[in-house]
């Protein structure tokens, strides 16, 4: 139910990644490892089945070690988050 794509259409390159549910105080692993997620990139996440959670948080963090963070983003109604970053403010459209 919650699973999604992420878009990134940042400008940068997006480093890190961390999803976590909105009613818990800290941020789960990094999704991406190892890896990065480029700009113009998508990147599908999934869930494990057995999770309940409607309402995630988002973390975004770039090489230099700045960070966009979105939060109560309801998963169980959205299929794509696409990130936007211009004017030293970060938007996430969703659909």
Do not use: M, R
């Not at 940068?12 to 009613?23: A, G, M, R, T």
């Not at 070690?65 to 936007?84: F, P, R």
Request: aromatic share 8%; proline share 2%; glycine share 8%.
């Amino acid at each position: 139910e919650q699973d999604f794509t992420l878009h990134n259409k940042t400008g940068v390159v997006i480093d890190k990644l961390f999803v976590s549910p909105s009613d818990k105080d800290d941020w789960q692993e990094d999704i991406l490892g190892k890896d990065t997620l480029g700009d113009g990139e998508s990147l599908e996440i999934k869930f494990h089945p057995k999770e309940k959670a409607a309402k995630w948080d988002l973390k975004v963090q770039d090489s230099a070690g700045n960070s966009i963070e979105w939060h109560d983003l309801n998963l169980t109604e959205i299929s794509e988050v696409t990130l936007h970053y211009a004017d030293g403010k970060g938007t996430a459209e969703v659909k």
